[in-house]
């Protein structure tokens, strides 16, 4: 595992996170590679996306969450999980989806690609 590496991808966590908690996704999305891996698993975003295609995803449900009002809380990563290029890290979270309280366990892998962040996938729990 490459310390960079590390380094990167709690940077853009730490951006990521303030995008939820306070509507600003603006620094995290800075750190993004134009060449982008977008993965989600449920609903309008579910899917895989690629190249310009996959970072345009990201940067449209980060806005979307923002314009909408929607803010989380994460708790500190009770896990992270690294090799040479991606960094997942296990945590909760809590607050405002679509005007409703919302609870989830999340996992979001950060692939990093020459100093940036080039892939993100997001696995979750609990959701009804």
């Known amino acids: 595992m490459s310390k960079s590496t590390l ?23 800075e750190l993004l590679t134009d060449e982008f891996t977008f993965w989600y698993p449920y609903g309008k975003y579910r899917g895989k996306f690629t190249g310009q295609a996959g970072k345009a995803q990201m940067i ?3 806005h979307e969450h923002s314009e909408a009002g929607d803010r989380l ?12 290029t991606t960094v997942m890290f296990e945590f909760e979270c809590e607050g405002v989806i679509d005007k409703q309280p ?4 999340i996992a979001i ?3 990093v690609s020459n100093g940036k962040i080039s892939g993100f996938r997001e696995y979750f729990g609990d959701v009804d």
């Open 73 to 84: 809380t994460f708790s500190s990563p009770h896990h992270i999980t690294s090799s040479n």
């Open 109 to 111: 892998a950060l692939e």
């Open 7 to 29: 380094n990167i991808a709690h940077q853009a966590f730490e951006a990521f996170t303030q995008g939820w908690t306070t509507g600003d996704f603006q620094p995290f999305l």
């Open 60 to 62: 449209a449900k980060c």
């Open 102 to 105: 919302y609870e989830g366990r």
